[in-house]
């Protein structure tokens, strides 16, 4: 049976999941559900809603006997069916807090970007120059890390994975990193030039640039 990715053009979750299964040379079929604007996915599709009946979102992986959605759940489930190469690092403490990095560029970081899709139109108010000032915070503790690291867990892992698309989006609304953190810069380009994250984030960029939105400058091909 074929592995199976059900995703969106502007789901950055299902570009996590996308990008590891590309790492690891997993042969899958993408699917992209049907996406109408203001950033919804409608009509649900049916294989979605049977995996994720309460979300009802993407990203879900069907593979053999197993359905999964949550992009996390889904890393997890990726390193123990394919664990070479390896997307989380060796040792028990290593891989204890590439773990922690993961989540918390979904639950720390990216709840700042999220705040700031309500706000467009009001990048100068209050909660706006919080959420940015959020994330300011966060590139500035990722810069420490890169101190004696190329990539945020020593090697590069899933941590990477999760953190590069949430700076995606981040920048997209407003919020990019600055040349205040030159190292997590350098990781930047380091993470975005390998050839599973291009063949991921590529087309996302081009569906933006079809619908009249704004691609951040450092993904200009």
């Known amino acids: 049976m074929t592995t199976?990715?059900?995703?969106?053009?502007?789901?950055?979750?299902?570009?996590?999941v996308?990008?590891?299964?590309?790492?690891?040379g997993v042969p899958f079929e993408l699917i992209m559900v049907p996406f109408i604007e203001g950033d919804h996915y409608e009509p649900k599709h049916p294989e979605v809603l049977r995996v994720n009946p309460v979300k009802q979102q993407v990203p879900v992986l069907v593979d053999d006997e197993?359905?999964?959605?949550?992009?996390?759940?889904?890393?997890?489930y990726l390193e123990?069916?394919?664990?070479?190469?390896?997307?989380?690092?060796?040792?028990?403490?290593?891989?204890a807090r590439a773990r922690q990095l993961e989540q918390k560029s979904d639950e720390v970081f990216f709840p700042n970007v999220i705040k700031l899709f309500g706000?467009?139109?009001?990048?100068?108010?209050a909660p706006a120059i919080a959420?940015?000032?959020?994330?300011?915070?966060?590139?500035e503790e990722m810069e420490g890390l890169l101190a004696?690291?190329?990539?945020?867990?020593?090697?590069y892992s899933f941590a990477d994975i999760a953190f590069y698309m949430a700076c995606v989006f981040a920048d997209r609304k407003g919020a990019g990193m600055t040349e205040a953190t030159p190292r997590l810069l350098a990781w930047r380009t380091r993470v975005g030039d390998r050839p599973a994250v291009?063949?991921?984030?590529?087309?996302m960029m081009r569906f933006l640039a079809s619908q009249g939105r704004g691609v951040p400058a450092f993904l200009q091909r």
Do not use: H, N
């Open 4 to 16: 199976r990715i059900y995703s969106g053009p502007l789901s950055m979750f299902g570009a996590k």
């Open 18 to 24: 996308e990008i590891a299964a590309r790492e690891k």
């Open 66 to 76: 197993v359905s999964l959605f949550d992009s996390t759940q889904i890393f997890e």
């Open 80 to 95: 123990d069916r394919y664990p070479s190469p390896a997307l989380w690092p060796e040792g028990i403490a290593d891989r």
């Open 119 to 125: 706000l467009q139109e009001a990048m100068q108010s």
């Open 131 to 139: 959420a940015c000032a959020g994330c300011a915070r966060f590139y």
């Open 148 to 155: 004696t690291r190329e990539y945020l867990a020593g090697p």
């Open 198 to 203: 291009r063949a991921s984030v590529d087309p």
